[in-house]
């Protein structure tokens, strides 16, 4: 059997799962804001101890790579890459925005021409993607200044489901013709389990020394306004 790890802080969600091959064991997850840094070990803890596993049971760590929260992926690819130090275990890293798209693929019904995962970027800012039925992508990874005519070409041809903590602020914008927004489809380590456990089994591993997360943008840090004065 092996036994998978998987780790998702791109976003405000702080979120752990379990796997047997790509079958969901047990999650641990808290939607809070960035408490990624005081539940990651604590859940970890809780799910190996409730599984009656240990670390060294642990055949591989999946992480969400990004794009997502600057602070949130330094903490999760960190926190994955010294379980992977700790143990000498591979590190396997998922588009975070595909994970997302595809749970969202997996876990509905109704079926739309295009799934278009958004993570919020802050202001009309938002890290983007769009997949297909067949969630090929058919616009790559992207920061998107959301606008009335974003994504124009691509909406016209069909319907489309946004989907993330990003898609709330897109909807008054976008409109609604042949759109659904549900911005309460958010990032879950639930998700990176099946393509996890495919690039276990095709030996995609990246390498643990060298691994950065995909921030997309750089980290700029703003100062005080109270400080210029």
């Known amino acids: 059997m092996t036994y998978l790890l998987a780790v998702e802080t791109a976003t405000k969600v702080c979120s752990v799962a379990l796997f047997a091959n790509e079958e969901l064991l047990l999650l641990r997850e808290e939607k809070g804001d960035y408490s990624h840094a005081e539940n990651l070990a604590v859940f970890t803890e809780e799910i190996l101890n409730e599984s009656n596993l240990s670390a060294t049971d642990l055949s591989a760590v999946i992480v969400s790579k990004g794009p997502g929260s600057y602070t949130g992926l330094r903490i999760g690819v960190s926190f994955a890459k010294g379980l992977c130090y700790s143990l000498n275990i591979p590190l396997i890293s998922i588009d975070t925005l595909y994970a997302l798209a595809l749970g969202y693929h997996q876990s509905q019904n109704k079926r739309v021409d295009f799934i278009?995962?958004?993570?919020?970027?802050?202001?009309?800012e938002v890290y983007s993607a769009i997949y297909d039925v067949e969630l090929n992508c058919v616009k790559s990874i992207s920061a998107d200044i959301v606008e009335n005519d974003s994504y124009a070409d691509i909406l016209k041809i069909g319907s489309a489901v946004f989907i993330g903590d990003g898609a709330a602020k897109c909807a008054s914008?976008?409109?609604a013709e042949n759109r659904v927004f549900h911005s309460d489809f958010l990032c879950s380590a639930t998700y990176l389990g099946k393509e996890g456990y495919k690039k276990f089994q095709q030996k995609e591993f990246e390498?643990?020394?060298y691994f950065e997360p995909f921030y997309l943008k750089e980290f700029i840090a703003l100062k005080s306004k109270k400080s210029l004065i």
Not at 116 to 124: E, H, K, V, Y
Request: aromatic letters at 0%.
């Open 207 to 209: 390498n643990v020394a």
């Open 173 to 175: 914008i976008l409109g």
């Open 116 to 124: 278009c995962p958004m993570i919020d970027a802050r202001r009309m």
